[in-house]
């Protein structure tokens, strides 16, 4: 089983920035993908940003140029550089590695209902 710890999360104003981190432990050789999901109260658990074991990536539409994931694979861990954020943007943030082979490219890349591992979360609120 592998166990994520997410972290970086806090408050900021309209327009600012944030880091967040995930550190991946639990597990050997590499991870089919990880990714970026978030839920806000009230809606439903959406998908922010994933990455492959290759690097491919694939977004959200609507982080889409203010989003960047990335990974750093000897700290085994995952990373979500947010700029630009909106209030929109508030929500819990979590980190999840998929059981499966997953195509990053493919439609299913980001459904939250695919066999992902999560981690426990962090919350990002953005203030207008």
């Known amino acids: 089983q592998v166990q994520l710890v997410e972290s970086g999360g806090g408050s900021v104003q309209a327009g600012g920035s944030l880091r967040l981190s995930c550190a991946a432990s639990?597990?050997?050789?590499?991870?089919?993908?990880m990714a970026w999901f978030r839920q806000a109260p009230g809606k439903e658990r959406e998908g922010v940003a994933v990455?492959?074991?290759?690097?491919?990536?694939r977004y959200g539409d609507s982080v889409k140029g203010r989003f960047t994931i990335s990974q750093d694979n000897a700290k085994n861990t995952l990373y979500l550089q947010m700029n630009s954020l909106k209030p929109e943007d508030t929500a819990m943030y979590y980190c999840?590695?998929?059981?499966?082979?997953?195509?990053?490219?493919?439609?299913?890349?980001?459904?939250?209902?695919?066999?992902?591992?999560w981690g426990q979360g962090t919350q990002v609120t953005v203030s207008s």
């Open positions: 999840a590695a998929c059981l499966n082979p997953l195509p990053v490219y493919s439609d299913y890349s980001l459904d939250p209902k695919m066999s992902w591992n």
């Open positions: 990455i492959d074991s290759d690097g491919g990536t």
């Open positions: 639990g597990y050997t050789g590499s991870l089919y993908c």
